[in-house]
């Protein structure tokens, strides 16, 4: 059995689609395993989050909406990740890999006496004990992990562990942590918080993504790419090449150094398929490819694939998909 807890940033009630996927699943893995899965809502709003983390599979929702967790959550999301296991008393953490829970994840393990394995791209269960897959050589080999003896902890990539079904129906319950966190004037604090102005979803929420590569030949390859994601109701996406050309801005670059994405549908336009940027889409539930090189690595890895030049494929995709959905 394993009683599993999971931490949500929930500041002004919003749970991101990333958050909610890996609540899920995590809900899964308790359930596959006959355990209960708790999770812990930080940040004001938090009360707010509690339906749609009960919705997606929470047996117990612990809420904390001290303003510490908004100016200093490093810290004070730690506070409240340590209390909340204390009470919970979980076998499994699952932290995402985004920035604050790769921040809390070694500093709660230090905490908890528990065994950490990062970037986890996929968990499977063996004799009942939740085993971990990671990238291991630039994404070129995959490790499979496991925690010997006491807690463990896991900070996981998006995408980890989904299973296509509907949550789980949970227990439901959600109360207040009943923690009161005074923030240390040595604490870091979070200054601002800038949000990417981009048409659509962020390439973290986002269904469909449609990303460009070093192929595309300039920056105005982007503009058909950006009608085909509106299309689809997606964003748009870069490899590395395309970034460091100066074609994308690097807050679109998916891969190693950049964006880990999961999307239902990541459509690779003139990107070769380096492990570097696969490492970033392998998730993705279909991968479509266009390029022109039949030999290109990224046909391995497609599900389906159109060998052309991307200014014929792309605006004949788009005006094709606009037709479908008049219909
Ligand atoms: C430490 C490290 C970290 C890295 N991190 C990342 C990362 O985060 N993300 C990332 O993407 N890369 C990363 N890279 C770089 C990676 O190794 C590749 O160099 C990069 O992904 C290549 O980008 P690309 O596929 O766009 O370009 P290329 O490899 O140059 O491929 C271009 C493709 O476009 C096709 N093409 C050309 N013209 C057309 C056309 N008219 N129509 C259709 N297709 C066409 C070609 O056949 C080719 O397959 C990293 C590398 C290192 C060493």
Redesign the pocket.
Known sequence: MTNIVTAVWAWGGRVSAAARDLVQSAGTLAAETGGELGVLALGTGAQIAADTLRAAGADVVLTCEEEALDTAPGEAGLAALVAGCEVLRPSLVLLPADSLGRDWAPRLGYRLGAGLVTEVTDWSLEEGRPVFQRLVF?GKAIATMTVAGGPAIATVRPGAGRRDEPPRAGRGEARDLGLAIEAWPSWPRLLRRQTEERQGPGLEEARAIVS??????GPEGFEPLGELALTLGGAVG?????VDEGWAPPTW??????KTVAPDLYVA?????????L??CSRAKTIVA????PE?P?FDYARLGVV????E?VPALTVALKEMLAD
């Open positions: 630039g460009g590569g070093r192929g595309l030949g870069a490899s590395r090449a395309a670059q998916i891969g190693q150094t950049g336009v003139g990107i070769s398929g380096a492990s570097q940027h490492v970033g266009i390029n022109r090189d290109a990224i052309g030049d991307w200014r494929v």
